[in-house]
């Protein structure tokens, strides 16, 4: 089964509107870590937003906030007033295991690659 | 205070040349990651390194690949011989341990094999 899942290939959104980036995950480990990154069209892979599962408040850095539902086994990303240079591809990635485990490995998603129109 | 840094940034060769791509870490970070991007495939955990020591290689495709981090400040990716399926984006990524494992990537290598 995948670790991660990420349901939308492609999305679209207006300039200045929101926009939620679907994630689902899998695993049974109690402790592990959810990562959003953003991967524009000049390739490199910028780390933007991190949910700890024990963590009891969605987390938010500026405009993103992480939508997380435990229950679900949901991470979603949430872009509030979206800009242009916003437009890239955007993965969902988790760690299983504790945050200072040495078996830190991040499973990623397949991406979902976001549009903004003006 | 530098980032990832990988070189070379593009690279052409032919099959059956050897390939060296390189990666300094920032400074301070106990782990070490190498990563495969494809269309196909998406993002590939290739190998990983903590405290220079490799952890897991269940990634690296085949013994045509081989990696090495003599040093906390340098890691290489070497692909001998190389072949046409070998083209793709090489990244490296860097965490320190006790940062919640946030991996912080290199700008990658965009490895063609003609």
């Known amino acids: 089964a995948q670790k991660i899942t990420q349901t939308q290939p492609g999305m679209f959104v207006q300039e200045k509107e929101a926009v939620t980036l679907d994630c689902t995950y899998d695993t049974s480990d109690p402790s592990y870590g959810l990562f959003w990154y953003k991967q524009p069209s000049s390739g490199e892979m910028i780390f933007l937003i991190y949910q700890g599962s024990y963590d009891q408040q969605n987390a938010t850095e500026g405009r993103y906030s992480l939508n997380f539902q435990k229950a679900r086994k949901s991470a979603n990303l949430v872009i509030s007033a979206s800009q242009l240079g916003d437009s890239a591809m955007y993965f969902c990635?988790?760690?299983?295991?504790?945050?200072?485990?040495?078996?830190?490995?991040?499973?990623f998603g397949r991406g979902t690659q976001l549009t903004v129109w003006p | 205070d530098a980032g990832v840094i990988q070189s070379p940034r593009h690279e052409v060769t032919e099959m059956g040349q050897e390939v060296t791509l390189r990666c300094k870490p920032i400074s301070g970070h106990n782990s070490l990651f190498w990563y495969r991007q494809t269309m196909m495939r998406g993002l590939e955990l290739l190998i990983y390194f903590n405290n220079n020591v490799p952890i897991d290689d269940s990634g690296m495709p085949e013994d045509r690949f081989s990696a090495k981090m003599p040093n906390a400040s340098f890691s290489t990716l070497k692909i001998q011989p190389s072949e046409p399926r070998d083209s793709a984006v090489y990244f490296c990524?860097?965490?320190?341990?006790?940062?919640?494992?946030?991996?912080?990537f290199g700008a990658g290598t965009r490895l063609s094999v003609l």
């Open positions: 990524a860097s965490r320190h341990q006790a940062s919640q494992n946030i991996q912080y």
């Open positions: 990635a988790m760690r299983e295991g504790p945050r200072g485990s040495t078996l830190g490995r991040l499973y």
